[in-house]
Nanobody
Framework: QVQLVESGGGLVQPGGSLRLSCAAS????????VGWFRQAPGKEREFVAA???????????SYADSVKGRFTISRDSAKNTVYLQMMSLKPEETAVYFC???????????????????WGQGTQVTVSS
């Protein structure tokens, strides 16, 4: 069992930045791929970014096209935490952001919600002036 807790959400102006954190407890977190998803009111949950399990200091990342170049996902195995650094935020990116963990082989970075085994409760990000 893996428990995930997101933090770092809040209100930010358009063009601003936020860093979200996903802290894990339970099984060895470094063995799991971790993804960030977001869900706006009335919309489906969508993929944002994912990071593979870590092999020592090695891991791989993937991003949705809409956030490439602005968002950065990273993981700190010593702290059992995955981060999502978000820059140049847009109003349409207002949503609840969720992190999720997947028990998956190799260095895969799943992009579909059904591929993830564990989910956090979400953190609200509001981009507004």
């Amino acid at each position: 069992q893996v428990q995930l807790v997101e933090s770092g959400g809040g209100l930010v102006q358009p063009g601003g930045s936020l860093r979200l954190s996903c802290a894990a407890s339970g099984r060895t977190f470094s063995n799991y791929a971790v993804g960030w998803f977001r869900q706006a009111p009335g919309k489906e949950r969508e993929f944002v970014a994912a990071v593979s399990r870590s092999g020592g200091s090695t891991y791989f990342t993937s991003y949705a096209d809409s956030v490439k170049g602005r968002f950065t996902i990273s993981r700190d195995s010593a702290k059992n935490t995955v981060y999502l650094q978000m820059m140049s935020l847009k109003p349409e990116e207002t949503a609840v952001y969720f992190c999720a963990a997947a028990s998956i082989s190799g260095y895969a970075r799943p992009v579909f919600t059904y591929q993830y085994n564990y989910w956090g409760q979400g953190t609200q990000v509001t981009v507004s002036s």
